[in-house]
């Protein structure tokens, strides 16, 4: 086979999705998320909450309000949130706490989750 073949074979295998089907794509439809989505042993209401899970010496979730609008890591504070919301300053670093974030989006489900670990210094 030519190297020619073998390009004009993969470009078809690309064009046609290696005979894959699209039936089993998420539709693009916001209609076609769920309403709520799992946070630890909770479940969050995906367009109005995010979930949020808090590392200390014990495990805890909850779900923290957002914007219907935020799409993203960048719309939410934990740290702040947290306080806001609830009045807890568990995710808050002082002399003798260091404070670990992490925060994820999943487009695919349009759904935040995110982390505070709290450390001894």
Known sequence: MTATTRYLVLLSMLA????????????????????TLECGDISCKRATQ????????VTSHLCLE???????????????????QT???DCTATARLDVYFSCAYYDDVDYIKTSCTVRAR
Do not use: H, M, W
Not at 26 to 31: C, L
């Open 16 to 35: 046609v999705g290696c005979g894959g089907s699209n039936e089993d794509e998420v539709d693009e439809d916001t209609n076609s998320f769920p309403e």
């Open 87 to 89: 009045g807890r300053q």
């Open 50 to 57: 995010y979930c949020a899970t808090i590392v200390t010496d």
């Open 66 to 84: 957002k914007k219907a609008s935020c799409k993203g890591c960048d719309c939410v504070n934990l740290d702040t949130d947290l306080t806001a």
